[in-house]
């Protein structure tokens, strides 16, 4: 399954530039996209670990987002799920749905 970070909970929301404090991850599932809050948003310190385990948990194969710092990349890496980084913070969720479709 594909993540997409957004900052908000519509096909209309921007791609969050920021990984794994991110407002949102939109999940492409086979029924269509699904949202759900980012439960560790507003935790302190490094919480990427957290965020992967969880996305891997989810079943998460790779993410689509604008940012990663070292602490995140080391962690995808370890659970083998594969980073793809846009560099355009005007994407939509739907602009990305539309280009990987």
């Not at 949202?35 to 689509?64: C, D, R």
Request: charged letters at 25%; glycine letters at 6%.
């Amino acid at each position: 399954m594909i993540a997409i970070t957004s900052t908000g909970n519509k096909l209309s929301s921007l791609m969050d530039m920021r990984f794994a404090k991110c407002s949102y991850f939109c999940f492409l599932k086979d029924e269509g996209p699904v949202f759900h809050p980012n439960i560790f948003k507003e935790e302190e310190g490094h919480i990427a670990p957290s965020v992967v385990n969880w996305l891997k948990e989810q079943g998460v194969v790779q993410v689509i987002t604008g940012e990663i710092g070292s602490t995140a990349q080391k962690s995808l890496k370890e659970a083998h799920i594969q980073a793809v980084l846009i560099e355009n913070d005007k994407y939509t969720v739907r602009d990305i749905l539309k280009k990987i479709r």
